[in-house]
């Protein structure tokens, strides 16, 4: 069992930077692919990024690759998203999520934290 709790959301204006993190408790953090999933208003879930369990191998979707980077510290169980250079289409609830090893979905999710981009 994996607890995922997020911080770092809040209000920001056009331009401007966040840095989220999503703290794990629970063994095997280390072996598990984080997520950082998106839900604007209307629309449905998406993923933002994603990291390997070394912290190897990244993705970003199209609309965040050179503003965004996903990290993760192993010792401390934690999971970043800095968020650069934000607009508008970046608000929304963002969430962290992890995926077992081997598991075709993310299993564990955290509550979500608010991003609003706003003048």
């Known amino acids: 069992q994996v607890q995922l709790v997020e911080s770092g959301g809040g209000l920001v204006q056009p331009g401007g930077s966040l840095r989220l993190s999503c703290a794990a408790s629970?063994?095997?953090?280390?072996?598990?692919?984080m997520g950082w999933f998106r839900q604007a208003p209307g629309e449905e879930r998406a993923l933002v990024a994603s990291i390997d369990s070394s912290g190897g191998s990244t993705y970003y979707t199209d609309s965040v690759k050179g503003r965004f980077t996903i990290s993760r510290d192993n010792a401390k169980n934690t999971v970043y998203l800095q968020m650069n250079s934000l607009n508008s289409e970046d608000t929304g609830v963002y969430a962290c999520?992890?995926?077992?090893?081997?598991?075709?979905?993310?299993?564990?999710w955290g509550q979500g934290t608010q991003v609003t981009v706003s003048s």
């Open positions: 999520a992890a995926k077992s090893p081997g598991s075709l979905r993310y299993t564990y």
């Open positions: 629970g063994r095997a953090f280390s072996t598990y692919t």
